[in-house]
């Protein structure tokens, strides 16, 4: 078991939106995809990419966001599925042991060893930001720790992005059960009285100390809902129009006394946006990383002469007059959009001029930020709890499968 039983082949940067040491290094490994299934992997790699910068708010973050592939085969496909689980009993030999059941009883919770996973990641991709394991397995799960990890199962993809919530952002879990609503489940009525540390869901419906209480309107009620059965989940419709920010009773796998943000949230149930508490999260993480303004920047705003040779260059407040040919520089990492007498250029494909003071001085800046952050993200990344989404939200009756209704058993 374990690294005898594959190959790494390598890492492949499959977005390149500038220097690793600048921008947010997504890292996407595969696991338990045979030598001859990695075009598949490549091909379920990119339909996340895809995904992702589908999705608010990553969608206008793009720039901030680098995507690595890390290729590692392994001698079987799939991944372990315990019968003590009422799983097939599947047991293959993957490099990074994936297995169904990581929790007891819980079929969904499928976990990777996550030591192998890192170390393998941190000798490919050093800058790495957030790992993401793509198991070749289309029985539902995923489960989100130290890395993320889901299956190629139907709606994958939208389980990718709840994981990365959970490891990349430290968001809790926002649903209100354990095993499942209705499944009798005991000791999940209450939620202990002590404050959760992650941003999205609190024990607190107090108006002025709520945690993300600048989002809540003050004609919203507090608490905005109340389940009336705190034996089990809360049946009833959203109270609120949809979108309302509040303090709705119902999350971190509690049925009362503890709150979410909003009524849906992807961190309570797949094929649902983040909520605001958890985009605004996303952004301010994401948002460092994000190229950095130079005066370059606005150069549409400023002119040009003798664009062939540049002879003359106007920053906001520098001229510079007659820089030498030789010593024009790529700003790698950099966006650029140039645009003169209407015409725009891509600062990539155009060698720009390069005011040797200035540069390093912007370069010095970003590069002390991104290890500052790195640094903090590294040290803070929190102890997460390893709770699993139940099942995705129902498909339309059309297109609700049998394997669907059989996984939304606890
Ligand atoms: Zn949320």
């Not at 390149?16 to 379920?44: C, I, K, P, Q």
């Not at 198991?135 to 709840?162: K, Q, R």
């Not at 920047?297 to 030498?324: A, Y």
């Amino acid at each position: 078991m374990g690294t005898s039983d594959g190959t790494i082949q390598g890492s492949t940067k499959i977005v390149d939106h500038g220097s690793d040491a600048l921008r947010w290094n997504l890292v996407l490994v595969s696991e338990g995809y045979r030598s001859t299934e990695m075009a598949n992997f490549a091909t379920d790699a990119q339909d996340f990419v895809n995904t992702l910068f589908a999705t608010a708010p990553f969608n206008t973050l793009q720039a901030a966001i680098n995507v690595h592939r890390v290729d590692v085969t392994s001698t079987d496909s799939g991944a372990d599925d315990p019968t003590a689980c009422g799983g097939t009993g599947a047991s293959p030999a993957t490099y990074f042991d994936a297995t169904f059941c990581g929790s007891a009883g819980v079929r969904r919770l499928l976990v990777v060893n996550d030591t192998t996973v890192i170390n393998t990641v941190q000798a490919e991709v050093p800058a790495w930001n957030m790992i993401l394991v793509l198991v070749n397995s289309t029985v539902y799960g995923g489960s989100g720790g130290a890395v993320a990890a889901f299956s190629m199962a139907p709606n994958a993809m939208e389980i990718g992005l709840h994981e990365m919530g959970h490891t990349a952002f430290g968001l809790a879990d926002e649903y209100e059960y354990w095993a499942g609503c209705g499944t009798g489940e005991t000791g999940h009525d209450h939620h202990p009285a002590v404050e959760p540390a992650q941003p999205n869901v609190t024990i607190d419906s107090n108006r002025t100390t709520i945690k993300w209480g600048d989002l809540i309107l003050a004609s919203t009620p507090l608490p905005t809902s109340a389940n009336a059965d705190c034996s089990n989940c809360d049946p009833q419709p959203n109270p609120q129009p949809s979108g309302v920010v509040g303090a709705f009773e119902g999350a971190h796998y509690y049925h009362c006394g503890a709150y979410r943000p909003q009524w849906v949230c992807r961190m309570r149930a797949l094929n649902n946006p983040f909520c605001a508490v958890c985009r605004r999260v996303i952004v301010n993480t994401l948002t460092p990383h994000m190229p950095t303004k130079t005066p370059l920047k606005d150069l549409k705003d400023h002119k040009f002469e003798k664009f062939e040779k540049i002879e003359k260059i106007e920053f906001k407040e520098h001229k510079f007059e007659r820089l030498e040919v030789g010593k024009f520089r790529k700003p790698e990492g950099k966006e650029l959009k140039l645009e003169v007498e209407g015409v725009k250029f891509d600062a990539s494909e155009v060698e720009v001029p390069r005011p040797e003071e200035i540069w390093e001085r912007i370069d010095q800046l970003e590069l002390a930020v991104e290890q500052l952050s790195h640094f903090i993200t590294r040290e803070l990344r929190p102890d997460l709890s390893r709770g699993a989404l139940q099942a995705e939200t129902p498909a339309p009756p059309s297109r609700r499968t049998s394997a669907a209704k059989r996984r939304s058993r606890g």
